[in-house]
């Protein structure tokens, strides 16, 4: 027999097998001996008052075989589609475009991904090369290569969609490809940058064995057009290849939206969010957000935080935070710095960091260049790098002193392995955004002691939140609204947020593709 029960129980409690067996036995009133399983199927930590508790929904199972976590996921049937009789070119391995070809796959279309980067075992080496060598390379980076930004990144998979169904989907999707049993049932998942890569090979493995194609150093430099119409593409070597396009190419794809402006693609500026990454002891922050001297103690997770408030008319917020990560070098090509943040599986390092960001609207820029958000990026991005000796150190300021408006003159350990160097960050961001996250950061200190601090050091610019601009799309059918044949998806092109909103949108589009190029 199968029960359902909702358990509110401290951390000692909901993380501790044989406790929580207890618990269970006393709520339902068995015989602790009856049951065979307790599979968790939904958990939430609540550390707004005092005592930390967590939430709890569980199947019990007694009297018969217990549940086991694969039966929380979806079953999924991915056919053969070697000699299908369509096929559609994906263009870019990131989220958006892996599950666009898994979804094409399942609806019996082949996909033919093309990616400008390395598979994710090799861009490895590479990225370790912008830490360790300061080179970029502009096709292999943290942004670029199989699995794209995401595949080097904590693996966060929250999104505020309200579809479900189409949540737990990717969610399964990704547990079936090798990722942990705890996404099915985490308030708020993550994969975590150590074992994400090996879920994206496992996804790239399936589509190959079902007869799509996934090709590394692929660059697509132009689209192939006949009567107006997209039906296919030119790599930088002059292949062709020929189907109906999804364009996912991700958020820093810079010489993609160029390319598609100087073909006479219509594109929109759009709304991005810029500032700097605030990195924490993470022990201070567990003592902040866990209410405890001692920390999160035993049981609990490294802690997370969300900040939230509006200046100036403009939200200043925290974006991506990484509870027990750390800083990495994101730049995309030579002469840029830029920061984002990853968190390992486990989030066990020192350090936590969020990127702090400032509203940008495209009425905030001068010009009316349908570029001109992602120009406003690059510039910050250049002054950043100009400011130091030609390498991915990257400047720093103590939040304190970035606050007051001074040069530190020291700075605390951090994550960042390039290495960091003391300089006036509050001067080399635009006046607009540093002086509302100096007045946020202050508001934010007021709401959680502690949080301003001196032990706590502003790094770098925050630039890449999301893509600057947008590639306009009808409603129904998700095609180009002046182009047949091209299907913007993801987050490079103006419709997602992260891993899982890239994923829906993938899928998406996969399926307004297979509607259109069905035979009539």
């Given amino acids: ?34 049951i065979t399983g307790i599979l968790p199927t939904r958990r939430s930590i609540d550390a707004r008052q005092r005592q930390v508790m967590v939430n709890l929904s569980v199947t019990v199972t007694t009297d018969e075989p217990p549940m086991q976590p694969e039966d929380l996921a979806m079953e999924l049937h991915y056919r053969t589609v070697s000699d299908a009789d369509r096929q559609v070119i994906v263009v870019g391995a990131g989220p958006a475009g892996l599950f666009a070809a898994l979804r094409l796959i399942e609806l019996g279309v082949k996909p033919i991904v093309l990616e400008r980067g390395k598979d994710v075992d090799s861009r490895r080496k590479d990225m370790a090369r912008i830490s360790r060598e300061g080179i970029v390379d502009s096709d292999s980076n943290y942004c670029f290569g199989e699995g794209g930004a995401g595949a080097y990144s904590d693996g966060k998979l929250y999104t505020r969609s309200k579809k479900r169904g189409s949540v737990d989907k990717i969610l399964s999707v990704l547990y079936r490809h090798g990722a942990s049993s705890d996404i099915l049932v985490d308030a708020h998942p993550h994969i975590g940058t150590d074992r994400l890569p090996e879920v994206i090979k496992a996804m790239r493995v399936t589509i190959q064995k079902s007869g799509g194609e996934v090709l590394f150093n692929h660059k697509v430099d132009g689209l192939v057009m006949e009567n107006g119409t997209v039906t296919g593409v030119r790599t930088s070597d002059g292949t062709r290849f020929d189907g109906p396009v999804i364009l996912a190419t991700g958020h ?44 999160r103690g035993k049981y609990l997770p490294a802690a997370e935080y969300s900040m939230l408030t509006r200046v100036d008319g403009r939200g200043v917020y925290s974006f991506c935070m990484c509870p027990g990560g750390f800083i990495i070098p994101a730049a995309s090509e030579p002469g840029q710095i830029v920061v984002n943040g990853m968190s390992p599986s486990n989030r066990g390092t020192r350090w936590a960091n969020s990127g702090m960001v400032v509203e940008v609207l495209p009425e905030d820029v001068d010009g009316d260049d349908e570029l001109r958000m992602m120009r406003f990026q690059e510039e910050i991005e250049r002054r950043f790098f100009m400011a130091g000796n030609g390498s991915q150190q990257s400047p720093a300021q103590r939040m304190t002193d ?11 350990e951090s994550s960042y392995a390039p290495g960091l160097y003391s300089a006036r960050i509050d001067r080399l961001l635009p006046h607009s955004i540093a002086s509302r996250l100096q007045q946020a950061f202050i508001e934010f200190g007021k709401k959680q002691r502690g949080f301003v601090t001196d032990k706590a050091v502003v790094i770098g610019d925050e630039t890449r939140t999301s893509a600057p601009v947008r590639i306009p799309r009808m409603s129904d059918t998700l095609c180009h609204v002046a182009v047949p044949g091209l299907y913007p998806a993801g987050e490079g092109a103006g419709y997602a947020g992260g891993i899982v909103s890239a994923a829906i949108d993938g899928e998406r589009v996969a399926e307004a593709v297979s509607r259109q190029t069905a035979p009539r």
Avoid at 1 to 14: D, G, I, N, S
Avoid at 253 to 268: F, H, P, Q, T, W
Avoid at 404 to 409: A, D, I, R, V, Y
Wanted: charged letters at 25%; glycine letters at 6%.
């Fill in 402 to 412: 970035f606050i007051n408006g001074k040069m530190s003159g020291s700075l605390p």
């Fill in 252 to 295: 820093s794809a810079r010489d993609v939206y160029k390319m598609l402006r100087n073909s006479g693609i219509a594109l929109e500026p759009k709304g991005i969010a810029v500032g700097v990454r605030l990195e924490h002891p993470q022990e201070l922050i567990d003592r902040i957000q866990y209410h405890s001297p001692n920390g």
């Fill in 1 to 34: 027999m199968k029960h359902q029960l909702q358990l509110r129980l401290k951390p000692e409690t909901a993380y501790d097998d044989l406790r929580l067996r207890a618990e269970v036995s006393t709520a339902l009133n068995l015989d602790i001996n009856r």
